[in-house]
């Protein structure tokens, strides 16, 4: 009997949804919301050498990704909003000409004034072509610095505001590492922030961001925000989600997230090596039309942040011999794969830890890898092949910070295309080393692009990556490495956590934690 009602219930089911789906009005009948995707991301190290970012430097694959295959992304920010975007039947996304990603990533300086001119008026003359709209969805990162542009993403919320009017909702995603205030949420309605690093939740950001909109342009949700500036700076390094504080401020994040109804909790960490005005820490509150519990939040999680200001804005990591003396301990201990993050080279080209290593007559190790574009166009002059004799000092070439170059005696294992680029080079030398050549800084996370040409890292004891955190996606978290030490660098250098060596020009360091001239918060 039990079983009968069941079928006849499931029976009446199938026939409600059928006829549900049947007469619910299609989303090409119905009128349809659009939402417009823009794209302009940038973490920008202002200290880094090599020159402004130009044109050029955007548009090393494409002019611009056009709209269409824009929207086509299955991750990041983007994959998450057309996703959630796309569970509303009366919902069409549209790509707007956005400009591609920098060649050379966050080695990269200053974005050049003309290059970010050229590209906002890529973004706002395909936004004019295809008004009106409904919302907007602005993928970002926070930290980009233009030059003669104090905060871009506010400038790039503020010229897209010019265009749809005061009544369209905008929303923003971005990365914690961004530096931002409160001139953002002056142009839009909502920010959305990742709560991991490393960012396993930038397809949840842009997922939220695109319900945000919805639920605005449905007249659901009537946005008031917060800003808070806790005057602390960190570097990235000690950033890492994975351990307290860190952990706890995000987790403090999530839990007014889950207490509140439509709280939308957000927590910028900053990036010091972008030497601009709203450096370091922030914090970001958006309500549904509840300003007194905006600001409640906003309060409390910035003095939160400054209750914890000693051990998360301070940090020490082994020198790259005191590192290279205990990679041979944990080897005889049997406690490989041992993992060196070298955290401080952001141009990619550092040999502090490479020669470190070398002397200590280290064998299976794996470097992945070291820049050097001069080496590689030598071997394109020879029009290099597997099993050429290699012979040539490496790396050391961007100034002190990098060290000087190391003389690699070994034999080509592989000259090509690889990881995007036209060339790199594997390098084979001593006792079964291998040394990755990339044309630019290159940041390794998990273990995938190490399994190139038949390449099997369980074949090696000892990695070298240059990464500070985002390397424990792929060694820490999964459990594959043994033993994880991050490294330092000798020298007061960008990258490191002395920060305050730094020249900076319009970056508030001496109002900031630790480096303010007294730790009494105003």
């Not at 202002?46 to 056009?66: H, L, N, S, Y």
């Not at 439509?262 to 927590?267: C, E, G, I, K, T």
């Not at 290593?357 to 064998?363: A, R, T």
Request: glycine share 8%; aromatic share 10%; hydrophobic share 40%.
């Amino acid at each position: 009997m039990t079983n009968h009602c069941n079928a006849v219930l499931r029976q009446a089911v199938a026939v409600l949804l059928l006829t549900f789906f049947t007469h619910a009005p299609s989303s090409t009948s119905a009128e349809l919301h659009k939402l417009a995707v823009i794209a302009y991301s940038q973490e920008t190290c202002t200290f880094c050498p090599g020159g402004d970012t130009q044109i050029v430097d955007r548009a090393w694959r494409v002019p611009f990704v056009k709209g269409e295959e824009l929207i086509d992304s299955k991750r990041g920010f983007i994959g998450g909003f057309v996703y959630a975007a796309r569970e509303y039947p009366d919902v069409e996304v549209i790509g707007i000409n956005s400009p591609d990603e920098v060649y050379g990533g966050s080695s990269r300086s200053w974005e050049s004034r003309e290059s970010f001119e050229h590209f906002m008026t890529t973004i706002t003359d395909d936004l004019k072509a295809n008004m009106p709209v409904d919302g907007v969805y602005l993928a970002l990162h926070g930290a980009m610095a233009v030059r003669g542009v104090p905060r871009p993403e506010a400038e790039i919320a503020r010229r897209i505001r010019q265009i749809v009017g005061p009544d369209i909702p905008i929303a923003g995603s971005f990365d914690l590492h961004g530096n931002e205030d409160e001139q953002f949420l002056q142009w839009a309605n909502a920010a959305f922030v990742t709560k991991r690093y490393p960012h396993y939740d930038a397809a949840l950001q842009g997922g939220r961001s695109a319900r945000f909109l919805y639920r605005s342009l449905k007249g659901l949700y009537h946005a008031t925000t917060a800003t808070r500036k806790p005057p602390v700076i960190t570097a990235s390094v000690l950033q890492w989600t994975g351990q307290s504080p860190s952990m706890d401020i995000m987790e403090r994040a999530r839990r007014w997230e889950a207490r509140e109804p439509d709280a939308l909790v957000s927590v910028f960490y900053g990036f010091p090596w972008s030497d601009v005005p709203d450096v370091g820490a922030t914090v970001h509150v958006i309500t549904n039309d509840d300003q007194e519990l905006a600001d409640a939040i906003a309060d409390d999680m910035s003095e939160f942040i400054w209750r914890v200001r000693e051990p998360f804005a301070n940090g020490a990591f082994p020198m790259p011999k005191a590192a290279a003396k205990q990679t041979i301990q944990a080897m005889k201990r049997g406690a490989t794969p041992v993992v060196l993050g070298d955290y401080s080279d952001r141009p990619g080209d550092a040999t502090w830890l490479l020669k470190a290593l070398m002397d200590e007559g280290i064998s299976n190790m794996m470097y992945a890898a070291l820049r050097d574009e001069r080496a590689l166009s030598a071997l394109s002059a020879t029009q290099a092949k597997p099993g050429d004799a290699f012979d040539m000092s490496v790396g050391g070439f961007t100034g002190e910070q990098a060290g000087k170059p190391v003389r690699i005696k070994g034999t080509v294992k592989y000259f090509g295309e690889g990881w995007g680029y036209d060339e790199i080079a594997m390098i084979e030398f001593g006792d079964n080393n291998l040394l990755f050549i990339v044309p630019t800084y290159t940041q390794i996370r998990t273990l995938s692009p190490l399994r190139i040409e038949g390449l099997n890292p369980d074949d090696y004891d000892v990695f070298v990556v240059k990464s500070r955190v985002h390397f424990r996606r792929g060694f820490d978290e999964t459990g594959y490495a043994k033993t994880i030490m991050v490294v330092d660098a000798p020298g007061d250098w960008f990258g490191t956590t002395r920060l305050d060596a730094l020249d900076y020009q319009y970056a508030p360091i001496d109002t900031l934690y630790p480096f303010r001239s007294s730790d009494i918060r105003n």
